[in-house]
């Protein structure tokens, strides 16, 4: 199923009769019967989770770390066996080594302290050939690190580098391949599973095992989704007499359990923090919250049908400006209608209109007039690549001139096929940027530059080294945290530093990442933007 094609949400309410009379008997009863309904209850009760850190919240754990035991004796010291049942998730993977090119030991020679720490660490803007390659890594199937323990903290950090990226189907069919049995990776299931619609299995396994609930709050929703109404009501006054969920939280789920009863009351306001939960249960009871703003993995839930067009259309292009929905679903909005206003977006998607009937039609000439201006359009959305995925084998096949024959060229180079097309400029007549032509072709070292990143570049080409410590890394088998460091350098120099350009390039070309440092470079030359 699409990503964008999200299950409609649907309340479980009683028949009116029965929910008012069993809301006002239950607040009475409820303190009386407390510890029953604890015990269908999350073990520990969490936090809310904020807008900002939903994705990265663990749980507590009460072991302390003891001091390293002193040597007793001569003898073999007795072997530590994990239960199977307990080994890590840290190997489970969507991707193979011979899809993802990777070997499968990318991680077994690294602590896994340090690469939780990399992947957690660097959450900077990049570039499109970066972030598609980093949800690789964060998605190949490898051996597990030293020291990885059951808890799974390299898988978790995964999943969550994926969500921040936007890749919510991708991080749910990871942690579904993993099995999601422990309260950690439970919650980033259940989280995932309202954010794709999918929460019917997450409830019924929340409803089996209750000992998983990462909150109150999702066990009283997993109830009612299950159809015991009767117990989600009773635990919400409960817990809220109790006060283990806060007076927000009571507020919102009464609404749920009961749109009813408070079809006159004033809308409620929007919480201060977001979760998965709440941002479900607001549209559950007809008072959806705005996307914009929290994080990207809740901008899928705006690409439903009965959204407004203007709201699909800024979800759409958040998420294709992170390669996190395929090129087509952008394609798919910006032409749904004619844009009834203008400026802005509506401008964007009447620009992509004109160039997607010009093209439909086969007429050159109205490409050639219509292609710059949904250019410059895709720039200011910063969806280029997307767009050139789209587009670049049409405009590749056509006669264009001028203005548009140098578009259509950028745009070749920055899709799949950029190789084949540097092929092509380089043999042509007409002069078209020798460098990115050299850059696609690998060579660009062969071209008189003067610009800093034109330079940088140039630099890693010709030959210069990884810097010591990276190919110490490598050296020494750590292959995936060498890679997590260039990136890192590679980050710093999209915003400025052309020696840590130059750096991480090196690093992608001595582990025979060329692709990557081919397309990495082209797009720092042809988007010519800074973070």
């Known amino acids: 199923m699409p990503i964008s094609a999200l299950s409609c949400f649907r309340p479980i309410s009683q028949p009116p009769h029965r929910r008012w009379s069993a809301l006002s008997r239950l607040t009475q009863t409820s303190a009386v019967l407390a510890l029953v309904v604890l015990t269908t209850g999350p073990a520990v009760a969490r936090d809310p989770l904020s807008s900002i850190d939903w994705l990265s919240q663990e749980a507590v754990s009460a072991a302390n770390l003891a001091e390293a035991p002193v040597v007793q004796s001569a003898l073999p010291p007795d072997i ?5 049942d307990r080994l890590s998730k840290d190997p489970v993977g969507l991707l193979p080594s011979d899809v993802t090119g990777l070997p499968h030991n990318i991680w077994s020679a690294s602590n896994e302290q340090d690469i939780v720490a990399l992947i957690r660490g660097d959450r900077r803007d990049s570039l499109p050939a970066i972030v598609a390659f980093v949800k690789i890594l964060m998605q190949a199937r490898a051996d597990p690190p030293l020291g990885a323990g059951p808890d799974g903290a390299l898988f978790l950090a995964r999943v969550d580098r994926l969500v921040e990226l936007g890749a919510v189907e991708q991080a749910q069919a990871l942690i579904e391949l993993a099995t999601p049995d422990t309260p950690d990776v439970f919650q980033r299931w259940f989280d995932l599973s309202l954010l794709t619609g999918t929460e019917d299995a997450a409830c019924r396994a929340m409803n089996a095992r209750p000992e998983l609930a990462p909150t109150y709050a999702a066990r009283i929703f997993c109830l009612a989704r ?41 809308p409620l306001p929007a919480p201060s923090q977001v979760t998965p939960l709440t941002f479900r249960l607001f549209e559950a009871f007809g008072e959806p919250l705005i ?119 950028r745009v070749g180079l920055l899709s799949d096929d950029y190789r084949a097309v540097a092929a092509r400029l380089a043999d042509a007549q007409d002069p078209f940027d020798p460098f990115l032509i050299a850059i696609a072709l690998g060579q660009p070292q062969d071209v008189a530059m003067i610009s800093p990143r034109a330079l940088a570049i140039q630099a890693a080409f010709d030959g210069a080294p990884a810097p010591v410590e990276l190919q110490n890394l490598v050296a020494n088998g750590k292959t995936g945290e060498a890679m997590l460091r260039a990136i890192s ?42 973070t």
């Open 80 to 84: 530590e066996v994990m239960p199977l």
């Open 226 to 266: 299950g159809g015991q109404w009767p117990v989600a009501v009773l635990s919400l006054n409960t817990h809220r007499v109790l006060s283990d969920i806060t007076a927000s939280e009571a507020d919102i789920l009464a609404r749920f359990l009961d749109p009813e009863l408070f079809e006159a009351a004033p």
């Open 291 to 409: 996307t914009r703003g929290l994080p990207l993995a809740f901008a899928h839930a705006d690409l439903r049908g009965n959204n407004a067009w203007r709201a699909q259309l800024e979800a759409a292009e958040r998420l294709a400006r992170q390669g996190a929905v395929p090129e087509n679903v952008l394609q798919k909005f910006y032409t749904a209608r004619r844009p009834a206003a203008s400026g802005g977006i509506w401008d964007r998607a009447a620009a992509i209109i004109r160039l997607d009937s010009a093209i439909e039609a086969g007429d050159p000439q109205e490409v050639a007039r219509s292609l710059p201006a949904a250019w410059d359009a895709m720039k200011q959305a910063r969806t280029e690549v997307a767009f050139a995925k789209l587009y670049s084998n049409a405009l590749q096949a056509m006669d264009l001139r001028g203005e548009a024959d140098d578009i259509a060229n």
């Open 489 to 530: 350098l590679f980050n710093e120099g999209f915003a400025g530093e052309a020696r840590s350009l130059t750096d991480a390039l090196a690093l992608f070309l001595l582990l025979e990442l060329d692709d990557l440092a081919r397309r990495a470079a082209l797009e720092l030359m042809i988007l010519d933007r800074a």
